[in-house]
């Protein structure tokens, strides 16, 4: 036996690799392998020894040939949404397992419930969870999931830590959790083994608890089987049949196994380390790594029975009530990538590499100094599945009509399964989720990062990393950078530019007096024999703004915006995204309930709303209406009927690419939806004077008479062909223009000189502005764009959605009511 104190002394000894065997990431283990078995004292009521395979056993129950929904994978996920079909009535919802439940990374998980989070959603989606592990389901089968209500505390050691915790408290309030902020002595006094010196206060949530994997996804299946759902074990699937309709839409048609197919329009992957492979099989990109991840169990500590679970963030550790013991586990800033993924691991373990794990273990000694001489039982190293930006990948793939994502819950799958189960059902019955789920939709992400090998590896990283980082307003990714960047960058950059990253983009965010600050290749931190950057500005800027007070640049940021009131100002919005929508059909299809907006006379724009079939807005966008060109090119596209421009930002652009095809596929309407954002760079000149800088610039007259309010019309600027329109909102005349940019220093405009941040603390963002477009080819995959010197179009614009985020870009074109063979690749321009 070993005590806490020794397994630290030994970390600090253990050989550190050397950095000359490699510059990435490698797995390391300490033992044989990756894919060890380690016995832990509770693994056999799991799975029973010396059984024979999955594959040798064969299925549980005969298979059906065919089923409403298939659900693969029988973790917290798959089992929390299989319960939640069966409760919504859905009649033939089956669960396939390729083990048996709970296999993989459900049953070795910790099962921590803490029900509050910065988010109201994420509230919400926990209070289910609790809900239905703590009564429902006890309620409905009579037996108990192995709920235990022994609380939560949080540990505050500097008071933005504490500020962030009084924040949270403020939101459960609103939401009916209760909590407590206490001090360092009323700490004490809940948890005596706790050293409070060096504490600032704590947060207490008296109805957190722990949840047991095995008693809970039991229990979820026989609730679920109870209203005619069924679940069957030891059948693996091998591939997802596709069918493509006669409008070129895939669609799934059946799934395979070893033993069987089963015909069904519907897959739920809920398979979490394996979701990838799953995904490969129907050609879905499913954005996830998996890596290793673990916590220690100790041996009995007299005094500890009945104590809070604790979540020391600064520490990046967690102490979990497991009995009369603890386990103790947490987030490493150099976790063990499991490279290859094996399709036989199960119920498995890792042999434990302290050398990683050994962080942990100091602050877990500080925190309760008792563990310095208390032994270790058990070590707990598993596989669990992490994603880019730290939450779940749900809903329906935007590759393959009927294909649904349940996975990539960041070790997070038993607290937010009830809620996230109960949401992906709902999103399967009715098309939509009830709540506001776009921070775990599939769609967030554009669709050039969910294959991008490197970007998910660096952002998947640096999200675990920091998983217990405080949630600065202002802060920024490190990983994944300089993916997507405008014709603009390096000027703006030169020009001390602190560029923002959303969706790929490096969007301008401010501009710093200290001069250029550029995002450099990521460092992992000094992770894995990387050399940390040094004297790195953009990540000390970054630095600088960690506060929820008013950051020290905040006077930098609010001048441009003070004087855009009084004059103009400049932004570089070239991460807006920009569709164009054409056919016999598009007046119909915009105009639909389904997915309409507000469809202008020809030759205007409207800033309007796209809603969907209950009458919800899906975004805000602007619209132009536009007349037939004898020329056809992104700038002025040719087609046949009606045709609109579609200025659509923010973060919601992926999502509206895929609501729009989504209407175009289901009511076969027979028009095309193009997008050319990638060709097209933005500058947008807002402010009273930008009209006079306008009229410099365009060979057309700018008068309300000859340019009255949504004129939307072709006009010459700087030699080429433009169209332009005029616009008035929140009672100021401005005159939102889009344009040909050939080049920054050969247009009489002025250069810009702030972005986002400016411009969302003004007023101005709710007013209308100039847009410019450039027609660019693409130099080489990492660099910036470059113009062609093609025409120009002008057209009217607001200042678009509020959002803070740029926009993504879907995928070139859609189209229904064409040969699939006619159309174009994805990817492709």
Sequence with gaps: ????????????????????????????????????????????????????????????????????????????????????LAKLGVSGALLLERERLTSGTTWHTAGLLWQLRPSDVEVELLAHTRRVVSRDL??????????IQNGGLFIASNRQRLDEYKRLMSLGKAYGVESHVLSPAETKALYPLMNVDDLYGTLYVPHDGTMDPAGTCTTLSRAATARGAQVIENCPVTGIRVRTDDFGVRRVAAVETAHGSIQTPCVVNCAGVWAGAVGRMAGVKVPLVAMHHAYVVTERIEGIQNMPNVRDHDASVYLRLQGDALSVGGYEANPVFWEEVSDKFAFGLFDLDWDVFGQ?????????????????????CGPESFTPDHKPLMGEAPELRGFFLGCGFNSAGMMLG???????????????????????????????????????????????????????????PLAGRNMRRDPLHEELLARGCVFQERHGWERPGWFSPQGPAPVLPYDYYGAYGKRAHQDYAYSRLLGDEYTFDFPPHHDVVGAPALGADSAFAVFSFSFMTNLWL???????????????????????????????????????LTVSRLAPSPQASPLTPAFEGDGYYLAVGGAVAQHNWCHLTTVLQDRQFRCQLVDHSEDLGLISIQGPASRAILQEVLDADLSNEAFPFSTHKLVRAAGHLATGTGMLTCGQMTAPWRRVWPSPASSSLPSPSWGARPWRSSRLRASTGAWCASRLTRRCPCSAWRPSGEAARWSATSAGPTSASPSTRPWPMATSGTPAAGRRSRGTL
Excluded at 25 to 52: F, H, I
Excluded at 138 to 147: D, S, V
Excluded at 605 to 614: A, E, F, G, S
Aim: with cysteine; proline share 8%; charged share 20%.
């Design 1 to 84: 036996m070993a005590s806490l104190s020794r397994a630290l002394r030994l970390a600090a000894t253990c050989p550190h690799r050397n950095p000359a065997q490699g510059l990435g990431p490698r797995p390391r283990t300490g033992g044989t392998g990756p894919t060890t078995e380690k016995s832990v004292p509770y693994q056999r009521t799991l799975k029973e020894a010396q059984q024979p395979s999955a594959e040798a056993q064969g299925p549980s129950q005969p298979l059906p040939r065919a089923a409403s929904v298939v659900v693969i994978g029988g973790g917290s996920l798959g089992c929390q949404t299989l319960y939640h």
């Design 138 to 147: 006890e309620e409905e089968t009579g037996l108990h999931t192995g709920w």
């Design 360 to 380: 942990h273990i100091e602050g877990a000694i500080h925190r309760v100094p008792v563990l310095e001489k208390t032994g270790i039982k058990s070590t707990v």
């Design 418 to 476: 009830g809620g996230c189960g109960q949401e992906l059902a709902h999103w399967i019955v009715h098309g939509r989720p009830e709540k506001d789920m776009h921070g775990y939709d599939i769609r967030r992400f554009h669709h050039s990062l969910t294959d991008h090998s490197r970007w998910i590896r660096e952002r998947s990283h640096e999200s675990y990393a920091k998983n217990y980082s405080i949630v600065f307003p202002h802060d920024e």
């Design 582 to 620: 054409g056919g016999s059909t598009a007046r119909a299809a915009g105009t639909w309930g389904g997915g309409g907006f507000q469809s202008p006379p020809p030759g205007s724009t409207v800033y309007t709303c796209m809603l969907n079939h209950r009458g919800g807005t899906e975004s805000d």
